[in-house]
């Protein structure tokens, strides 16, 4: 099928099957990992010391209800290898899911059955970041990580009844006809999310002057992913640099937009610019956004929980009542950077 073709087939079957367009919001544990050897990562110029970047839970639930009043997706919970036990992500996301109505969604590695047996209602599904579409290259560019263990690691998900996703990084040095094998991998793990990433060269990795994929390269995955997979629920992130790739990637197939500074955004002409590019995009589409990326007001200094929430916690609500003063605080901190930047 040809690139146009498959554009238009691509836009027709999210039609069919979505009426959503989200925005999305990676909340990090810590700026932190162990193995810090992912050759695209940033963290892997970090060469000194103890952890840093270790979060408190008050910033990470105060950033939590900040998204909600957005009206915006927690995407998932990530972070480095190394920062939190399995106890410790549990609590986290009971938090984290009691705040924002919803069960949640792992990036924090690959976690044993034992460690996935702590966790209840309050965990939607587990994310593999394979990042590419094979193993060799996979393990050139992540030499501390092991393809088969991700691999084992989506048939634990799928032993437990929990939903799966991946992340992918384009431009990482992947053949474009390789994209077969990525295909091959979510119809045999019964994949139900893609997360799609744009290569953003950081200072100090071997991809520091290397250049981003082409935008249509990107819509050209997307939408080829969207048309083999109808109903596969695909996330792609941009830059603050290529907001105008916003429009083709919803009409490609996309469902939801994440990978930004949401205090740079919020408000910001970053944020106006964003909301251009949906509001365009749903004068020719069913789907629409519900949240906002310029709404100062939204934002409030309080703790409000969903009256009618898919998750519900009465004993974590109290525990983070208990917090309340130090969540607030951070909530005011968070709120006024966002004003500051305007």
């Given at each position: 099928?040809?690139?146009?073709?498959?554009?238009?087939?691509?836009?027709?079957?999210?039609?069919?099957?979505?009426?959503?367009?989200?925005?999305?919001?990676?909340?990090?544990?810590?700026?932190?990992?162990?193995?810090?050897?992912?050759?695209?990562?940033?963290?892997?110029?970090?060469?000194?010391?103890?952890?840093?970047?270790?979060?408190?839970?008050?910033?990470?639930?105060?950033?939590?209800?900040?998204?909600?009043?957005?009206?915006?997706?927690?995407?998932?919970?990530?972070?480095?290898?190394?920062?939190?036990?399995?106890?410790?992500?549990?609590?986290?996301?009971?938090?984290?899911?009691?705040?924002?109505?919803?069960?949640?969604?792992?990036?924090?590695?690959?976690?044993?059955?034992?460690?996935?047996?702590?966790?209840?209602?309050?965990?939607?599904?587990?994310?593999?970041?394979?990042?590419?579409?094979?193993?060799?290259?996979?393990?050139?560019?992540?030499?501390?990580?092991?393809?088969?263990?991700?691999?084992?690691?989506?048939?634990?998900?799928?032993?437990?009844?929990?939903?799966?996703?991946?992340?992918?990084?384009?431009?990482?040095?992947e053949k474009r006809e390789?994209?077969?094998?990525?295909?091959?991998?979510?119809?045999?793990?019964?994949?139900?999310?893609?997360?799609?990433?744009?290569?953003?060269?950081?200072?100090?990795?071997?991809?520091?002057?290397?250049?981003?994929?082409?935008?249509?390269?990107?819509?050209?995955?997307?939408?080829?992913?969207?048309?083999?997979?109808?109903?596969?629920?695909?996330?792609?992130?941009?830059?603050?640099?290529?907001?105008?790739?916003?429009?083709?990637?919803?009409?490609?197939?996309?469902?939801?937009?994440?990978?930004?500074?949401?205090?740079?955004?919020?408000?910001?002409?970053?944020?106006?610019?964003?909301?251009?590019?949906?509001?365009?995009?749903?004068?020719?589409?069913?789907?629409?956004?519900?949240?906002?990326?310029?709404?100062?007001?939204?934002?409030k200094n309080k703790l409000?929980?969903?009256?009618?929430?898919?998750?519900?916690?009465?004993?974590?609500?109290?525990?983070?009542?208990?917090?309340?003063?130090?969540?607030?605080?951070?909530?005011?901190?968070?709120?006024?950077?966002?004003?500051?930047?305007?």
């Open positions: 099928m040809e690139f146009l073709s498959r554009l238009a087939k691509a836009f027709e079957l999210t039609e069919k099957n979505f009426d959503y367009i989200n925005i999305e919001r990676a909340i990090f544990l810590s700026y932190h990992c162990d193995l810090r050897d992912c050759k695209f990562c940033y963290m892997s110029t970090i060469k000194t010391g103890p952890k840093k970047g270790i979060r408190s839970i008050e910033s990470i639930f105060a950033e939590a209800f900040l998204v909600k009043m957005a009206n915006w997706k927690v995407e998932f919970l990530s972070s480095g290898y190394g920062v939190y036990d399995a106890a410790e992500i549990s609590e986290i996301v009971r938090g984290l899911a009691t705040i924002t109505g919803e069960p949640v969604w792992l990036n924090t590695g690959i976690l044993e059955k034992e460690s996935l047996d702590i966790f209840g209602e309050e965990l939607k599904g587990i994310t593999a970041s394979i990042e590419t579409f094979t193993e060799e290259l996979f393990q050139e560019i992540c030499p501390s990580k092991s393809w088969d263990n991700l691999m084992k690691f989506l048939d634990l998900a799928n032993e437990l009844e929990l939903k799966k996703g991946l992340t992918i990084i384009l431009g990482l040095g390789d994209i077969e094998n990525l295909f091959e991998i979510i119809k045999n793990y019964k994949i139900d999310r893609v997360t799609f990433y744009s290569l953003n060269p950081h200072k100090g990795t071997i991809f520091e002057y290397s250049v981003p994929p082409s935008s249509l390269y990107y819509v050209d995955i997307v939408s080829e992913t969207r048309v083999r997979f109808p109903k596969l629920e695909i996330v792609t992130g941009i830059w603050s640099d290529r907001v105008n790739l916003v429009g083709p990637l919803l009409l490609a197939g996309s469902n939801g937009i994440t990978k930004f500074s949401w205090k740079k955004f919020y408000g910001s002409k970053l944020g106006k610019s964003l909301t251009s590019e949906i509001e365009e995009f749903e004068k020719m589409s069913n789907r629409k956004f519900n949240g906002s990326m310029i709404d100062i007001s939204l934002l409000e929980f969903p009256k009618n929430p898919q998750y519900k916690n009465e004993d974590m609500e109290k525990k983070i009542l208990e917090k309340s003063d130090e969540i607030k605080e951070r909530i005011q901190s968070y709120i006024l950077e966002i004003k500051s930047l305007k």
